[in-house]
């Protein structure tokens, strides 16, 4: 009895352990200089602005989270912002909320011994990958859509059946080849990319990126 509580305990604090470990990421966000009161909400989590208008959150993931931003008027709460950003890994996320424009403007990333610790970033996880496609359903414009998308390629990887699972949320082969080329350098298995190629409509937009794609430098 005693050997299975003392294996359950160090089960649990190893499995805390590498939880703690990967909240290794910070962002630090700038709210324009106004009277009204803004609530910050990353995820299922929800943070108070403070006086200066300045939110610092630590101990987060890195990755894709959720956004959305609300601004007190007259003790009445109103939606400003929705759509998501992208936490670097061991690096303070940079941004500023002004007018209705929320925008990542710098990473610096984290140092340990006066050395800057730079790491792969890996392939993003099925759960950040679920929660990207939830928040660009929620999305009514394909333009809106592909900003989101587009915005996630700063900071992770991916496989080439992912793009073509979220090429899919896009309405236009316009918008799917523009988010198609963008993403070919970041993902981590450009030998699959056909299956990307083959998933338009249009074989002149197949041809498209075939091109783009042989126009890319080799190494």
């Given at each position: 009895?005693?050997?299975?509580?003392?294996?359950?305990?160090?089960?649990?604090?190893?499995?805390?352990?590498?939880?703690?470990q990967?909240?290794?990421?910070?962002?630090?966000?700038?709210?324009?200089?106004t009277?009204?009161?803004?609530?910050?909400?990353?995820?299922?989590?929800?943070?108070?602005?403070?006086?200066?208008?300045?939110?610092?959150?630590?101990?987060?993931?890195?990755?894709?989270?959720?956004?959305?931003?609300?601004?007190?008027?007259r003790?009445?709460?109103?939606?400003?912002?929705?759509?998501?950003?992208?936490?670097?890994?061991?690096?303070?996320?940079?941004?500023?909320?002004n007018?209705?424009?929320?925008?990542?403007?710098?990473?610096?990333?984290?140092?340990?011994?006066?050395?800057?610790?730079?790491?792969?970033?890996?392939?993003?996880?099925?759960?950040?990958?679920?929660q990207?496609?939830?928040?660009?359903?929620?999305?009514?414009?394909?333009?809106?859509?592909?900003?989101?998308?587009?915005?996630t390629?700063?900071n992770?990887?991916?496989?080439?059946h992912?793009?073509?699972?979220?090429?899919?949320?896009?309405?236009?082969?316009?918008?799917?080849?523009?988010?198609?080329?963008?993403?070919?350098?970041?993902?981590?298995?450009?030998?699959?990319?056909?299956?990307?190629?083959?998933?338009?409509?249009?074989?002149?937009?197949?041809?498209?990126?075939?091109?783009?794609i042989?126009?890319?430098?080799?190494?």
């Open positions: 009895m005693k050997a299975r509580l003392l294996f359950l305990a160090l089960f649990l604090f190893l499995a805390q352990l590498g939880f703690s990967n909240k290794i990421a910070s962002l630090q966000i700038e709210f324009q200089q009277r009204a009161n803004y609530v910050f909400q990353l995820g299922n989590e929800t943070f108070n602005v403070n006086s200066n208008n300045v939110l610092i959150i630590d101990e987060l993931i890195s990755g894709f989270h959720p956004v959305e931003i609300f601004e007190f008027r003790n009445r709460k109103f939606l400003v912002y929705k759509g998501g950003v992208n936490l670097a890994r061991k690096a303070t996320t940079l941004a500023f909320f007018n209705g424009d929320f925008e990542v403007f710098g990473i610096e990333p984290y140092f340990y011994d006066d050395e800057v610790v730079i790491e792969e970033i890996p392939v993003i996880s099925n759960e950040m990958f679920q990207l496609k939830r928040s660009v359903e929620n999305d009514s414009f394909d333009s809106s859509r592909l900003d989101l998308l587009e915005s390629l700063r992770n990887f991916f496989t080439s992912q793009i073509k699972e979220l090429m899919t949320l896009l309405s236009f082969d316009s918008g799917r080849l523009q988010f198609a080329k963008s993403a070919y350098l970041r993902v981590v298995d450009p030998e699959n990319y056909f299956v990307v190629r083959d998933s338009f409509s249009f074989s002149s937009s197949k041809s498209a990126l075939t091109k783009y042989d126009s890319l430098p080799t190494n």
